[in-house]
Structure formats: C-alpha cells, structure tokens
C-alpha cells in the first residue's frame, strides 16, 4: 500500500514537471506573439480601435468552445493528447499573423492562437484537479501558473531582443524582425510536443476510473449558482483581461512616447517574472493567509501599482517599479481562483467549473478590449490600461462587500 503510493506520488510530481515545462514553452510562444502582434497591427496603420478589435477576437472561439472542452477534459483518459492539438493550434496561430497581409487575417489567426491557448490550458488545469490532492492543489496550481509567468517573463523579453531599439514602426528591418520573433514563437509551441506524446500520465485519478469514466452534468447554470462561484469568476476575468489589456496596449503607449519595443519588452519582462517568484511562494502565503485576503489585496494592490505604469512610460525605472509591485499581486490571483473554484465543486465537476472560469475569462477578453479601446479613443492607450485597474479594484470590493 505504501509502495503504491509512492509510486502515485512520484508519477504526479513527474506529471507536473512535464505542465511546468510545456506550460513555459507554449506561454513563451504566447506572449512573444501576442505583443508582436500589435507591432504587426502598428505596420499596417491601425490604431487603438483596431488593436482592441483584433485582442478580443483572440477570445471569440474559446469563448463559445470553453465548457464542451472543459466537459471532455472531465471524461478523456489521455488528457496530454488535448493539450498537444493545443499547442499545435499555437504554432498554426503564430504562422498565420506572420503571413497575414492585413489586419482581418491577423484578427482570424489569434482566433486561433486563443482556441489553442484555451484546449492546452484547460488540460494543464483539468489534470491537476484531477490527479492532485486536494491539499497540494495550491501547489499544483501554483506552480503551474508559475510556469505560465516564466513564459510571459521570457516571451516579452526575446519580442523585445528581436525587435530592437528602432522606433520607425513600418521600416522594411522592422517588418523583417517582426517575422522573426513569430517564426521563434512557432517554434517554441512546437518545442512542447515531444513532452507531451509519451504517456507519462499519473495512473490516479480522482474523477476518472480505469474501465468508465464518469461523465459530468454540470452546465454552466449549475455552476455559477454555487455561492461565491460568480464572484470568484469575476475576479479571474479581471485579472486576465489585465494581462491581455498590457500586452496590447502598452507597446501603443510606448509608441506614443517613442519608448523602444525593446524597453516595451523589458517592461513587459519585469511583470512576467515578479509573477513567477510570487507563484512560487503561493503555498507558504496560503498556509499563513486566507485565500480570500490573499485574493483581495491583490486585487488592490496590483490594481492600483499597475494604473501607475503609464503614467510614468517615460521614466522606466519607475514605470519598472510599477510593474513589479504590480506583476507579484496580480501574480497571486489566478492560481488562487483556480483553487477557490476547483474546491466549490465534486472531483468529477472540476473540469467543467474550471471550463466555466475560462468561458468568464474569454468573455471579458472579448468584451474589455473593445471597451478599453473606446476608452483609449478620449484618455489615449493609457486609458485602456487605467480602465482595466479600476475593473480590478471594483472586484476586491465587490469581495469586500461579499464577506
């Protein structure tokens, strides 16, 4: 019996190395092609509006294909075979904004780029809910995300590398450099396939039996009339809509002010990595805090430190400051939501409530974007950035008020 689990122990801690490390790997592709892809818009002569329309369209499939994949993550025994179409999806993404002539197709491929950031993420988190201990979620999730950081610390970072220190937006080096960082996100997409074929799977699972899996019957009503479930699902939306928001709009804020992609990536960078050291300290906090307080000051803190970047884009090491205050709470949110939600419901139901975290998240990445972008047409691009740090401070005290 010990024997046995141990070997259960040492297969999930393995399974979680293989999520840390094809979860680096595709949120490198990631969140290289994402910022890239403004500049891609930049070229073309588009402006707020554009690069708005074109951030929430990233969203729109997963919008509408989130619970009936968070449904099969719930029944599927070789849940690694989701997230390889996953980032597969990725790669094909990144090759099409590379090749797209103009702003529509670039708007088609991160349609793409979203659905396989959705079906690869949805079975990163679905299996953790799955095969953890519900007292080792923290860390399973935590680590996982903290992963996720690593890649919006790196991609950002080489986007910057790449592109350099020009600031003439439509020159034939920068079109070529732009190329050059999308051909490097294909790659590093790619780079997780090998990771993810042999079946080093963990045999164990909490909702999934060798011979008959069980099937779901949770819908998305059901979900959200559990209590505290809206409120949880409200605060994720706000903390990834934030993400999205920064890495589309600050490379427009940074144009405004002639600050160089490459500082727009060190910026960027700075986020990225405060994420991953706060991510990795998530299950000393959550052993001393409550998640709840936990959840809140991040909210807040990261809502106001945030707010400040562009305001100081000008003076980097103080719009550095912000970022890092700012990246280390907004850190915490997510794997923290991910854990509140996974706990509200029964083993088998966790794939789709997680599922149901991701529709809430897609839709505000559809909806926050071309709102933001109408706020930036009167405040200018740091206005969608100031829009999304009030969303954030509006949902810590919605919890507040809650409790």
Same mark, same amino acid.
């Given at each position: 019996?010990?024997?046995?689990?141990?070997?259960?122990?040492?297969?999930?801690?393995?399974?979680?190395?293989i999520l840390i490390a094809t979860g680096?790997?595709?949120?490198?592709?990631?969140?290289l092609v994402r910022p890239v892809t403004?500049?891609?818009?930049?070229?073309?002569?588009?402006?707020?509006?554009?690069?708005?329309?074109?951030?929430?369209?990233?969203?729109?499939?997963?919008?509408?294909?989130?619970?009936?994949?968070?449904?099969?993550?719930?029944?599927?025994?070789?849940?690694?075979?989701?997230? *390889?179409?996953? *980032?597969?999806?990725?790669?094909?993404?990144?090759?099409?904004?590379?090749?797209?002539?103009?702003?529509?197709? %670039?708007?088609?491929?991160?349609?793409?780029?979203?659905?396989?950031?959705?079906?690869?993420?949805?079975? /990163?988190? !679905? !299996?953790?809910?799955?095969?953890f201990p519900d007292s080792d979620l923290?860390?399973?999730?935590?680590? #996982?995300?903290?992963?996720?950081?690593?890649?919006?610390?790196? /991609?950002?970072?080489?986007?910057?590398?790449?592109?350099?220190?020009?600031?003439?937006?439509?020159?034939?080096?920068?079109?070529?450099?732009?190329?050059?960082?999308?051909?490097?996100?294909?790659?590093?997409?790619?780079?997780?396939?090998?990771?993810?074929?042999?079946?080093?799977?963990?045999?164990?699972?909490?909702?999934?039996?060798?011979?008959?899996?069980?099937?779901?019957?949770?819908?998305?009503?059901?979900?959200?009339?559990?209590?505290?479930?809206?409120?949880?699902?409200?605060?994720?939306?706000?903390?990834?809509?934030?993400?999205?928001?920064? @890495?589309?709009?600050?490379?427009?804020?940074?144009?405004?002010?002639?600050? @160089?992609?490459?500082?727009?990536?060190?910026?960027?960078?700075?986020?990225?990595?405060?994420?991953?050291?706060?991510?990795? #300290?998530?299950?000393?906090?959550?052993?001393?805090?409550?998640?709840?307080?936990?959840? %809140? @000051?991040?909210?807040?803190?990261?809502?106001?430190?945030?707010?400040?970047?562009?305001? #100081?884009?000008?003076?980097?090491?103080? !719009?550095?400051?912000?970022?890092?205050?700012?990246?280390?709470?907004? /850190?915490?949110?997510?794997?923290?939501?991910?854990?509140?939600?996974? @706990?509200?419901?029964?083993?088998?139901?966790?794939?789709?409530?997680?599922? %149901?975290?991701?529709?809430?998240?897609?839709?505000?990445?559809?909806?926050?974007? %071309?709102?933001?972008?109408?706020?930036?047409?009167?405040?200018?691009?740091?206005?969608?950035?100031? #829009?999304?740090?009030?969303?954030?401070?509006?949902?810590?005290?919605?919890?507040?008020?809650?409790?």
């Amino acid at each position: 019996m010990v024997a046995g689990s141990k070997a259960s122990s040492s297969g999930i801690m393995r399974w979680l190395v293989i999520l840390i490390a094809t979860g680096l790997l595709s949120q490198t592709a990631l969140n290289l092609v994402r910022p890239v892809t403004t500049y891609k818009l930049i070229s073309f002569g588009s402006g707020s509006f554009t690069v708005g329309a074109v951030t929430a369209a990233y969203a729109i499939l997963p919008l509408f294909t989130a619970m009936m994949l968070g449904r099969v993550s719930s029944r599927i025994r070789r849940i690694r075979f989701l997230m *390889v179409a996953g *980032v597969g999806l990725i790669a094909v993404g990144g090759l099409g904004i590379n090749l797209a002539p103009n702003a529509l197709a %670039v708007a088609l491929a991160s349609a793409v780029l979203g659905l396989g950031h959705l079906m690869f993420t949805i079975g /990163g988190q !679905s !299996s953790i809910a799955r095969y953890f201990p519900d007292s080792d979620l923290d860390k399973g999730f935590g680590w #996982f995300t903290a992963a996720y950081a690593a890649g919006q610390f790196i /991609g950002p970072l080489i986007a910057g590398m790449v592109l350099g220190s020009g600031t003439d937006a439509v020159s034939a080096e920068r079109i070529a450099d732009i190329s050059l960082s999308l051909w490097i996100g294909m790659g590093a997409a790619l780079l997780a396939v090998p990771f993810l074929l042999p079946n080093w799977q963990p045999r164990v699972s909490k909702s999934v039996s060798a011979t008959s899996p069980e099937r779901s019957s949770a819908s998305i009503g059901s979900v959200l009339r559990i209590k505290g479930m809206a409120s949880h699902i409200f605060a994720s939306m706000t903390l990834l809509s934030m993400l999205d928001i920064l @890495t589309a709009f600050l490379p427009l804020v940074a144009e405004k002010h002639n600050v @160089t992609p490459a500082a727009v990536g060190v910026l960027l960078a700075i986020r990225g990595c405060a994420s991953v050291v706060s991510r990795l #300290f998530i299950p000393k906090l959550s052993a001393h805090f409550e998640r709840r307080d936990l959840l %809140v @000051t991040s909210l807040y803190v990261a809502g106001v430190s945030i707010a400040l970047a562009p305001v #100081f884009i000008d003076v980097l090491w103080a !719009s550095g400051l912000a970022l890092l205050i700012g990246g280390f709470f907004l /850190g915490l949110g997510q794997p923290m939501t991910m854990t509140m939600i996974s @706990t509200s419901v029964p083993p088998v139901d966790r794939g789709a409530a997680l599922a %149901v975290r991701l529709m809430g998240n897609r839709l505000g990445q559809v909806a926050l974007p %071309v709102i933001s972008s109408t706020v930036a047409a009167g405040l200018g691009p740091a206005g969608a950035v100031w #829009f999304c740090c009030a969303l954030l401070c509006l949902s810590g005290a919605e919890k507040n008020l809650r409790h």
